[in-house]
């Protein structure tokens, strides 16, 4: 039963939102991508779709980032966030912290297209909007 009311959850919250720009294997090549020492990520901040504001975020260390065997799995990322585990699909945007900026934005530009801004954090991608 909980299961169900997850998903009915999931799916009402999901309709709220215009534009539906991920899925898992998106996610799984971006976050393999920002994993690679050399684009010099610092962190990567998290912001759920079950968070109205972007009060609650979630953040993942170099560390962790570098470790993704530990940190992710194909749907999701592992019980090591505030929150818990957290699905892909329920990732509304995320913002990366980078030195070199260009050269992310060139990296993730080879994995195919995103729905991604600059702003004055970082990079924000966006898995919905």
């Not at 919250?13 to 898992?24: P, Q, T, V």
């Not at 953040?59 to 990322?77: A, D, S």
């Not at 993730?108 to 909007?129: P, S, T």
Request: proline fraction near 2%.
């Amino acid at each position: 039963m909980e299961k169900e009311m997850y998903q009915r959850k999931l799916t009402q919250r999901l309709a709220g939102f215009l534009g539906h720009y991920m899925n898992d294997t998106k996610w799984w090549k971006l976050f393999e991508c920002l994993s690679m020492e050399a684009l010099g990520v610092s962190s990567v901040k998290i912001i759920s779709i079950w968070d109205d504001g972007e009060d609650r975020l979630n953040e993942l260390t170099p560390q962790q980032l570098r470790n993704p065997v530990e940190t992710f799995h194909r749907h999701g990322i592992r019980d090591i966030l505030i929150g818990g585990p957290m699905a892909f699909r329920e990732i509304r945007k995320i913002v990366v912290y980078a030195k070199n900026l260009d050269k992310l934005l060139e990296d993730i530009g080879k994995l195919g297209v995103f729905e991604q801004e600059k702003c004055a954090e970082g990079l924000a991608i966006y898995g919905y909007k």
